[in-house]
């Protein structure tokens, strides 16, 4: 890549590669007509969950999601290995298995040298390799906003989905990856982080959930979801409202990458963040030791972040150890609760 071309500058949004922000697009749907209904459409945009699931037989399902956003680093192929890699992980929240992609590509083809696109290309198949998954193809428009993403489609068993609504009260909250993403993202647009914390990011979000998914296959996994755009706090309150439980979150137990609050202090808290917690401050309960900065980490605009999993409470401890010995940084980080139905308490 041309060392005068920073991707970041060229994003409008930058920082943190936000989704429209979950209250609008509540409303959006809403005011859309009800989708004709299909018995083997097992898992539809209704719940608010990871991806699709439509079964095709008693034995098979596939697992659909599609994700794409601007650039949140400035070297092409590491941000073509974090679309790839954060493309995925709806499937491996879902319980299944990837087996194919599609690239989605939008790129100022006649501006940027053509060499930035390859690395962004090359970056995420080297990726969808490493998840033993087959690129088919993909489209691309001329764009004068670089975007890059995926469809991803997987199987599963339908017997064996996961879902963000299986939550039973006793559960332990388990998460695979820390947060603080967006924050530290939008400090890369404002040149705030040196190459060591760039890296250090890059490798967080570049991380598959392969190896956590792949470790829970024989836990009593009751709920699981993948922490992205919304923020710790928004997926646990989808987890929350969509299993009828309450969760109880312990703010000190939960990893959160250096320096993130420093750099939230500074300023480099993104919009998709504030939209979160706007969004989930009436089904919030935080202590009176947090102050704004501490609520607004825990609603950060994460992509590419871990997995957020609901485990049987014997088996939370086995199913933490397991992960760190295969080289996961999961961390329990709460509890599921009968109280306060559809409510996150936060201590």
Not at 239 to 262: C, D, F, H
Request: glycine content about 10%.
């Amino acid at each position: 890549m041309s060392n005068s071309i920073k991707l970041t500058s060229l994003s409008s949004k930058g920082g943190c590669g936000c989704k429209i922000g979950p209250a609008d697009l509540t409303e959006v749907l809403r005011s859309l007509p009800t989708p004709v209904a299909n018995p083997n459409l097992l898992v539809g945009h209704d719940t608010s969950d990871d991806a699709g699931v439509y079964k095709l037989n008693d034995t098979t399902a596939i697992v659909q999601t599609v994700d794409f956003f601007t650039p949140i680093v400035d070297d092409p192929y590491n941000f073509g290995q974090i679309a790839a890699a954060n493309a995925i992980s709806d499937v491996y929240a879902m319980g299944g298995k990837p087996i194919t992609a599609l690239n989605i590509v939008a790129f100022p083809i006649t501006t940027l040298e053509k060499a930035i696109l390859a690395d962004i290309l090359r970056g995420a198949g080297d990726k969808l390799a490493e998840a033993g998954v087959t690129l088919v193809g993909g489209h691309s428009i001329d764009d004068k906003e670089p975007k890059f993403g995926l469809a991803v489609t997987g199987t599963v068993h339908p017997d064996k989905i996961r879902t963000n609504a299986g939550a039973q009260p006793g559960d332990k909250l388990i998460l695979t990856k820390p947060i603080g993403v967006g924050i530290l993202t939008t400090s890369i647009k404002k040149e705030l982080l040196d190459e060591a914390e760039i890296t250090r990011v890059t490798n967080v979000m570049a991380t598959l959930n392969k190896i956590a998914a792949e470790t829970m296959e024989t836990y009593d996994i009751h709920a699981c979801t993948d922490v992205t755009g919304f923020g710790l706090l928004g997926h646990a309150t989808e987890m929350a409202k969509g299993s009828s439980v309450g969760i109880t979150i312990n703010y000190s137990k939960v990893p959160v990458l250096p320096r993130v609050k420093e750099l939230a202090e500074s300023g480099s808290v993104p919009g998709g963040t504030k939209n979160n917690f706007a969004h989930v401050k009436d089904s919030v309960t935080f202590a009176a030791s947090m102050d704004q900065m501490d609520q607004w980490i825990l609603c950060d605009a994460v992509t590419s972040g871990g997995l957020l999993i609901a485990v049987a409470e014997q088996e939370a401890d086995a199913l933490v150890k397991e992960m760190q010995a295969n080289g996961v940084d999961a961390k329990m980080i709460g509890v599921v609760t009968e109280q306060n139905r559809g409510q996150i308490i936060v201590k």
